[in-house]
């Protein structure tokens, strides 16, 4: 279902997630059969709504979510067959990005110590160049090495923001996850921290799976993009592809949903055009579908191509009226 590329630096082929059922309740299948490569400095964007399983499939690449099914491969190695140690030497490669900068830092640590933290633990510098590493990447990320000694609550959220991004790079990784990295700012803020990203993956030629339910967002940084829609991707391609021919209703739906500024009125807004109401509980029924092929039959995965290297899902489709 995707394009491969030759040497990804990220290659995830049809990864699962199952939660345990609860109290009464029947499992939850968070993540079904998700597959993407990602290649070096490219960034693919997660989109969909919330608990569509965007957050459970960042945290199943990078092994903080037992996985029920599939493959992730980062830089070649099989992550679900590392051994502990081994998974423990890939971990400097791959780092994450949350979305609240407040609750991902200790209140009661100092910049310095935040930073100097994850140089400590995979033993990336010697001792004696932490504090020249923790200032190099306090101006990486544009803040004034002269605020080291502050604490969290004496930086704005945007600020706070920076030093999660410098946290995450002072192991100088490949990868990385961002999860809703700027859903918890205003919107000028927004658009430094984005930039900001852009301009670290240019010099550092990082790779990102950037996170968001905004496919606005996206397209300040996306090389391609994916949707997500009850644990599955119903659609990806570049972001131009996806952006100039929105192949499946879902990914409209979102696309409509975007121009609205009033986030309690988009909420809304997409609420009535796609999901709530036109997509769930829709499961394939027997016969053709959508593109007129019988899958029962040919025994393929409800993919289509709709152009080179864009694919769309027939399994999510609205029923024509009767
Ligand atoms: N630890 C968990 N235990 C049980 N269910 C979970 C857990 N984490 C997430 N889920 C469920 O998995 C689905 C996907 O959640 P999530 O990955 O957080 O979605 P998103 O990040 O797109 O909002 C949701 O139905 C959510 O309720
Ligand atoms: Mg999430």
């Known amino acids: 279902m995707t394009e491969s590329i030759q040497h990804p630096l990220l290659r995830v082929r049809d990864l699962s997630v199952t939660f345990p059922a609860r109290s009464g309740k029947a499992p939850v299948l968070a993540v079904d059969r998700v597959s993407f490569d990602i290649g070096r400095a490219q960034t693919l964007a997660l989109v969909g709504e919330s608990g569509s399983g965007k957050t459970t499939t960042g945290r199943a690449i990078l092994q903080l979510q037992a996985s029920s099914g599939g493959s992730v491969q980062l830089l070649g190695h099989e992550?679900?067959?590392?051994?502990?140690?081994?998974?423990?030497?890939?971990?400097?490669?791959?780092?994450?990005?949350?979305?609240?900068?407040?609750?991902?830092?200790?209140?009661?640590?100092?910049?310095?110590?935040?930073?100097?933290?994850p140089l400590r633990v995979h033993r990336c510098v010697p001792a004696e160049s932490v504090t020249a590493r923790v200032a190099e990447l306090m101006t990486l990320v544009g803040l004034d090495p002269a605020m080291v000694s502050r604490y969290p609550h004496e930086f704005s959220g945007g600020q706070r923001q920076r030093i999660v991004i410098a946290r995450a790079l002072a192991v100088s990784p490949d990868f990385v996850v961002c999860d809703e990295p700027v859903s918890a700012l205003d919107v000028s803020t927004q658009a430094q921290i984005v930039a900001l990203l852009k301009s670290l993956q240019t010099r550092l030629g990082l790779s990102y799976l950037f996170i968001a339910h905004d496919l606005a967002l996206v397209r300040q940084v996306a090389h391609r993009i994916a949707v997500m829609f009850a644990g599955q991707i119903v659609?990806?391609?570049?972001?131009?592809?996806?952006?100039?021919?929105?192949?499946?209703?879902?990914?409209?739906?979102?696309?409509?949903?975007?121009?609205?500024?009033?986030?309690?009125?988009?909420?809304?807004?997409?609420?009535?055009?796609?999901?709530?109401?036109?997509?769930?509980?829709?499961?394939?029924?027997?016969?053709?579908?959508?593109?007129?092929?019988?899958?029962?039959?040919?025994g393929t995965a409800c993919w289509h191509d709709v152009g080179a290297g864009h694919g769309v899902s027939c399994r999510f489709w609205p029923t024509p009226a009767a």
């Open 79 to 117: 992550l679900g067959q590392l051994s502990r140690d081994g998974l423990r030497s890939m971990r400097r490669h791959m780092q994450f990005v949350l979305q609240n900068p407040y609750s991902s830092l200790h209140p009661r640590m100092t910049v310095a110590q935040t930073l100097a933290e």
């Open 235 to 298: 659609e990806m391609g570049a972001a131009d592809q996806v952006y100039g021919n929105p192949s499946h209703p879902y990914t409209r739906a979102l696309l409509d949903a975007v121009p609205v500024p009033d986030p309690v009125l988009q909420r809304k807004k997409l609420s009535e055009s796609s999901a709530d109401v036109q997509f769930h509980g829709l499961r394939p029924k027997a016969g053709p579908c959508v593109f007129g092929e019988d899958h029962a039959q040919s």
